[in-house]
């Protein structure tokens, strides 16, 4: 993947769950210039560092517990140390209240364009690479495939250098826009319906209990009364 081989602790960013939005805003945005302190002068430091530490999960720990926790046990966390994915920073296309790149859902795809455009471009460019013929028409092939990218896929086709890498870039960072979608749906909406589900059926359980209480109550009282 073009993320590791630009910065090969990205493959720690990961894990099980979605980077954090400091994280996507390191490999993205490592180096962006601040504003000026004064007109003409120079900021005083980039608004998003060169490289950055983060603690993420270590691999050694979660094998040690897989493993039935025997012997040394190794530090739960591991510290990686995180560059930008590409030479220039990218001009993000929005920012946070606070000054930041913005990092939303909305601003990365604004920067890959819609959805499964940059995955459908890759998968042509493939094709047009396997498929039999002369060299030439082949690079006729991916150039057009590369001029429809530079329309569709945004500043991320760019920052990558266009071609295959700018495709695979875009592609990427589409599937992290769909993946933080499906998130947003489960945290949102399907987990608490599932909690709100899942009080209405203790509290009918509850019910249907107390009902039976009831009438068996009921039924031993009227035999009692009968005897």
């Known amino acids: 993947m073009r ?5 090969a602790r990205a493959l720690y960013v990961i894990p099980d769950a979605l980077p954090r939005p400091s994280q996507i805003r390191q490999l993205l945005f490592a180096g962006l210039a601040g504003k000026p302190v ?11 560092p060169l490289e950055r530490e983060f603690k993420v999960p270590n691999p ?3 094998t040690w ?22 030479s220039h920073p990218i001009v993000p296309p929005a920012f946070t209240a606070s000054g930041l790149p913005s990092v939303s859902s909305i601003t990365l795809r604004a920067m890959v364009g819609k959805q499964g455009t940059a995955a459908e471009l890759l998968e042509r460019w493939d094709k047009a690479q396997s498929e039999n013929g002369t060299e030439e028409n082949r690079l006729i092939a991916t150039a057009a495939i590369g001029a429809d990218g530079e329309k569709r896929c945004g500043g991320i086709y760019r920052a990558f ?3 295959r890498d700018g495709l695979e870039a875009a592609a990427a960072v589409d599937a ?6 499906v998130d947003t749906l489960l945290t949102n909406f399907i987990l608490p319906l599932q909690a709100r589900l899942l009080t209405l059926c203790v509290r009918l359980c509850s019910l249907t209990a107390l009902r039976r209480r ?6 031993l009282r009227i035999a009692s009364t009968a005897r």
């Open 176 to 181: 992290l826009c769909e993946a933080s979608a």
């Open 214 to 219: 009831g009438a068996t109550f009921a039924g």
């Open 60 to 62: 050694e720990w979660e």
């Open 161 to 163: 250098g266009g071609g």
């Open 3 to 7: 993320e590791s081989r630009a910065c």
């Open 65 to 86: 517990e897989h493993n039935g926790r025997e012997g040394k046990a190794p530090k739960k966390q591991k510290a990686i140390l995180l560059r930008g994915l590409v």
């Open 38 to 48: 004064a007109p003409g002068k120079p900021p005083n430091e980039p608004l998003v």
